[in-house]
DNA sequence: ACGCTGGAATCATGG
DNA sequence: GTCCATGATTCCAGC
């Protein structure tokens, strides 16, 4: 599993390595990588762009819009890892081993240490924050302290670390197996893979390494706290070894009380946070990952992770001698090994009855580790074709393993050469996740009846492939794993695609065959959406999102291609935002399309909106915002009241407040039923009076053939509220090359116009529209795929043999190289807007969202929040301060222009908006300053 | 009996 | 501290 990942070590990176995202995601460690050092054929081959930027974005090479974004943020952190283990850097997704900085004794899983992980850090900038390590925490009182000073981070007792939180998120098991308050809890520990038939055996042995990643990740943001040891730690046995459910409980109300409102309050530098932790959820974490089933008890476990830990080490040394073949199994005992490998090294999983067995037969680890060698490759197929295929079972494609498979928070492009990821039918915008103390709701439906729809267009191997598919966040920020959805996996007489099931970090993937015979098209009829418990996520060490009015998800596929000269092309493709509370569903409105997409600034045409819940009196707002999020201009548009429909609205498209405009201005709309019963923003742009109007709707047109032909195509589909808005077809540069530097003026204007926060904004993060990613990606090939796709990112290309550094984006160090943090890249989107964002953003942990950045629970971005920024604590959900320092390069210049150009009045109209939407405010301006005050960074 | 829904009651949180 | 609105969760009931 994803323990693995940080396993493979290519000789390569001899030092970087270390903070592999398979240690810790969020961990700065991937930041630290210095740039160039480790990976540096890499970044020769796929980031030839990086720039000067001390840290650039490797990811630029898919995409180069990529890059400049993130060059403000990035930081120059200077860490040189004295140790050596660079064991982990898998960049897999997996890893959910959290960055850690390792003392040389201990492991967080308490297995002794390798060798020495002491890693010193001398300039360290703020971006990363440290907080995930005991010590970080202590220190986060004193922020300042680690800026610059070297830092030797050592992990206390390994149990301590262990994080109690595992919710059981991933668990397939319908939620009927938990009940009310322990629900969770007991969800977890109940959350039996041993009952499903689906266990394979292997599983077993992925149990005691993967958990002992994920508790790595946790621990990092764990403080040493007495309690957390327990649950976790005997996982299968008895959940409540140390903390038994009353204990926790016991004052806990029936219902788990949401942590969000202290937490996000009173808990900036996570103190408070801490004592979420014991809640009984986490620890008895019964995660699927440590999987209940095999039933390890402190004892066995305990073990386990000595034999992982050896393992490892051996396979650090292999690694390092091998040339970077990876060795998956690592982290795990030589016997589980074998079989673990054979599914999938990275994830952990459930398999499905069927499917386990297939295709894995054992093969040596080089095969994962060095898809090249064709003997393995047949071998692999060999096997495959041994396995009977069993009813719903299939024949598990060739799994990709590497170690260094993105992240799932990192971006990436949706198309890449000849390959390119579709969504040829979107889900519905609305699917009512079921709680885990409910039965399942059923597979997401798309718009039409059916299914969504997913293709890969141009693999012409045959050679099946695995699709994967996450849950992943549909606000403003990068596309990354919802911490409070995981897909859920549906299975019955209706459905008829095969999948099974795989933890990657806190995330559940879902791992749907791509057959050549079916065109490398899967029909996504056995994906449900499973809801979390607020506070059971909350709860989590190092959770920094709240998921109160979080409630938009996105469907999130990815395809692992591996090509013949060794690399692995990694594509992805996000859904459009699927609304998955039932309230939410009922009452707020939904804007599905638009007819109109841009306008002279003269206004007065009409536009159609498509969508759900409007009502007779729903108003259309229209509002300009400035990068720091307040409101320029803001005016309400006539809406056509006889034309009135629940699903449809006219509206009367207003003038803009400056008639003078010489660019293409985006600025947002959003129906509105009442008070707080707001649409999404959607987006307009005005173009110049005298700008020969390009025909821009219908809207479902446009996208697909400004994008990446048959890409876009996909998307399209139903609504494209999003994605149409976007594109400021006409108007933008077909420039790619805008989007890539630093500079990136098409963007920018783009940029300036956007507002940087979603009305709902901030702490409900419902600000989903997943086109502010794309746009700016247009620059080469792979602009199309991520134009469309929200997810846009960089084109990753992994080398997997040998050297296996890949080229990916996720590489640590590529990782390192971008530094991105989430906060930062919310920013870098408003800035880059529509265009990728952050695509290179790598932020290191795996699952960023899920994951706990450790110590730092403040942060907002769980990962990847800065250090200081991060003690401040604050979700920062979107930002509306865009202005921060991330746009500054770009945006904010043009807004001044605009601003300066346009002497119309401006009605700045401050719109009253939530108390915690301006709380988020305060917290962002603070980080903001932090950020730029402390990272010298930000400024390019 | 089970899975999938739609609806709605009940509990929490925040203003 | 109470009341109200809004959200989150849990329950129920029907198909």
Not at 473 to 502: C, M, N, W
Not at 923 to 929: A, D, P, T, Y
Request: charge should be neutral.
């Amino acid at each position: 599993m994803q323990d693995n990942s940080y396993l493979s070590v290519s000789s390569k990176f001899t030092f970087g390595p270390l903070f592999s995202s398979s240690v810790g995601k969020e961990t700065l460690e991937l930041h630290l990588f210095p740039p160039y050092t480790t990976m540096k054929s890499a970044e020769e081959e796929a980031f030839s762009y990086a720039p000067n930027v001390s840290l650039t974005l490797p990811l630029s090479m898919g995409n180069p819009c990529l890059s400049t974004p993130y060059h403000n943020l990035q930081s120059s952190p200077v860490i040189s890892v004295s140790s050596n283990h660079q064991l982990g850097y898998g960049g897999h997704e997996d890893n959910g081993a959290p960055g850690y900085y390792l003392s040389p004794s201990i492991r967080p899983n308490g297995a002794p240490a390798l060798e020495s992980p002491r890693i010193e850090i001398t300039p360290y900038t703020g971006l990363h924050h440290g907080n995930q390590f005991p010590e970080d925490e202590i220190e986060e009182s004193m922020p300042n302290k680690r800026g610059n000073s070297i830092v030797t981070l050592t992990l206390p007792n390994a149990d301590n670390y262990r994080d109690p939180s595992c919710l059981s998120p991933a668990s397939s098991l319908s939620s009927r197996s938990c009940n009310s308050e322990a629900s969770s809890y007991e969800s977890n520990f109940s959350y039996n893979y041993d009952n499903s038939p689906q266990n394979s055996p292997w599983q077993s042995p992925c149990v005691s390494p993967k958990g002992t990643a994920q508790d790595e990740r946790f621990h990092q943001g764990l403080v040493p706290c007495p309690l957390v040891a327990s649950p976790r730690h005997s996982p299968s046995t008895s959940p409540r070894t140390s903390i038994t459910e009353e204990s926790w409980t016991g004052n806990r109300s029936p219902r788990p009380s949401s942590p969000c409102g202290s937490k996000r309050k009173y808990s900036f530098n996570g103190v408070p946070c801490r004592h979420p932790s014991y809640s009984p959820n986490h620890s008895p974490t019964p995660s699927p990952q440590n999987s209940p089933r095999v039933s390890v008890t402190d004892e066995t476990w305990l073990p386990n992770t000595n034999q992982y830990t050896n393992s490892a080490i051996v396979a650090a040394i292999n690694a390092l001698t091998t040339d970077g073949v990876t060795d998956l199994g690592e982290g795990i005992p030589v016997k589980s090994r074998k079989t673990m490998m054979d599914h999938s090294p990275t994830m952990s999983l459930k398999v499905e009855p069927g499917g386990e067995d297939l295709g894995s037969g054992e093969l040596p680890q080089e095969d994962f580790s060095n898809p090249r060698l064709p003997f393995k490759k047949e071998s692999f197929c060999g096997d495959f074709l041994v396995v009977p295929p069993a009813p719903y079972s299939w024949n598990k494609p060739k799994p990709y393993i590497s170690p260094s498979l993105p992240a799932l928070d990192w971006q990436l492009p949706s198309c890449s050469g000849a390959y390119s990821l579709q969504i040829e039918v979107q889900p519905k915008s609305h699917h009512r996740a079921h709680y885990e103390t409910e039965g399942s709701r059923g597979a997401v439906k798309a718009l039409a009846g059916g299914h969504p729809v997913v293709q890969l267009h141009g693999y012409m191997e045959s050679e099946p492939l695995t699709l994967q598919l996450f849950i992943g966040t549909a606000d403003d920020r990068l596309l990354r794993p919802h911490a409070f959805y995981q897909v859920h996996r549906i299975t019955g007489k209706t459905v008829s695609t095969a999948s099974h099931e795989v933890m990657l970090s806190n995330t559940k993937v879902l791992e749907i065959p791509l057959l050549p015979e079916n065109n490398m098209r899967a029909i996504i009829d056995c994906a449900g959406i499973l809801k979390l418990r607020n506070s059971d996520i909350e709860l989590r060490k190092g959770e920094t999102d709240i998921g109160r009015k979080n409630t938009r998800v996105r469907m999130v596929f990815r395809v692992h291609i591996n090509q013949p000269n060794g690399r692995t092309v990694s594509l992805q493709v996000a859904s459009n935002p699927i609304e998955c509370s039932q309230r939410s569903a009922q009452e707020l409105p939904l804007v599905e399309k638009q007819s109109v997409d841009s306008y002279p600034v003269t206004g007065g045409k009409k536009m159609v909106l498509s969508g759900h819940n409007f009502l007779p009196d729903s108003k259309v707002v229209f509002v300009e915002k400035a990068p720091d999020g307040h409101h320029i201009w803001e005016t309400e548009a006539k809406v056509d009241k006889d034309s009135f429909k629940s699903t449809t609205l006219v509206v009367e498209i207003p003038s803009y407040r400056n008639k003078g405009l010489t660019s293409p201005t985006q600025v947002n709309f959003y129906v509105c039923n009442g008070k707080r019963k707001r649409s999404q923003y959607q987006r307009f742009t005005y173009l110049p009076a005298n700008v020969p109007i390009i025909k821009t709707e219908p809207n479902d047109d446009y996208e697909s053939t400004q994008l990446c032909g048959p890409v876009a195509s996909g998307l399209n589909a139903h609504s494209k509220s999003y994605y149409n808005q976007q594109v400021l077809t006409s108007m933008i540069p077909p420039d790619p090359g805008s989007c890539l530097v630093a500079s990136f003026p098409s963007c920018q204007q783009r940029h300036m116009v956007m507002p940087p926060s979603s009305p709902s904004s901030s702490p409900k993060l419902h600000d989903l529209s997943p086109s502010a990613y794309s746009k700016c990606l247009s620059g080469g090939q792979n602009q199309l795929a991520s134009l469309q796709q929200p997810t846009a990112g960089v084109a990753t290309i992994q080398e997997v043999p040998s050297r296996s550094v890949v080229v990916h984006p996720s590489s640590p160090d590529q990782s390192s190289l971008i530094m991105l943090q989430p906060q930062v890249s919310q920013h870098l989107n408003g800035s880059c807007s529509h265009g990728f964002q952050q695509p290179t953003l790598c932020p290191n942990s795996p699952s960023s969202s899920p994951v706990p950045s450790a110590a730092q629970e403040p942060s907002y971005a769980q990962a990847y929040s800065p250090p200081q920024p991060v003690a401040m604590g604050q979700p920062l959900p979107k930002t509306q301060r865009n202005g921060s320092p991330t746009e500054q390069p770009g945006p904010l210049p043009l807004l001044q222009e605009e601003s300066s150009q346009h002497s119309l009045p401006v009605t700045v109209k401050q719109e009253p908006q939530d108390l915690d939407q301006m709380y988020l405010d305060d917290v962002n301006w603070l980080i903001i300053n932090g950020l730029t005050t402390i990272n010298p960074v930000y400024h390019l």
